[in-house]
């Protein structure tokens, strides 16, 4: 059982940086992919970026590429998401999971997820 807590959310202007931290405990932390997810109200949950057990591989949705980097800490049990350039679309909750799949993109892939932690953009 992994358990996911997110950390960093807040409330920025547009152009700004934030970056998001996700504590992993239980489990074995190397034995998962890890990813970022988002959910704006009234909208479905959306896959933001991923990372690969070693942290070599990461993957990014479309809408962030060249603005957001995912990062991890094996030995910390920490993942990271640098958000910059961020925009008033960027605006959800962001959530933190764990996946067994290396490059999984939906939801339905991964098996932990944390409480998550809002992050709002204003224009």
């Known amino acids: 059982q992994v358990q996911l807590v997110e950390s960093g959310g807040g409330l920025v202007q547009a152009g700004d940086s934030l970056r998001l931290s996700c504590a992993a405990s239980?489990?074995?932390?190397?034995?998962?992919?890890m990813g970022w997810f988002r959910q704006a109200p009234g909208k479905e949950r959306e896959f933001v970026a991923c990372?690969?057990?070693?942290?070599?591989?990461?993957y990014y949705a479309d809408s962030v590429k060249g603005r957001f980097t995912i990062s991890r800490d094996n030995a910390k049990t920490m993942v990271y998401l640098q958000m910059n350039s961020l925009k008033p679309e960027d605006t959800a909750v962001y959530y933190c999971a764990a996946s067994t799949l290396p490059r999984a993109r939906h939801p339905t892939s991964y098996a932990y997820w944390g409480q998550g932690t809002q992050v709002t953009v204003s224009s």
């Open positions: 239980g489990g074995t932390f190397t034995s998962y992919a």
């Open positions: 990372i690969t057990w070693t942290g070599i591989s990461t």
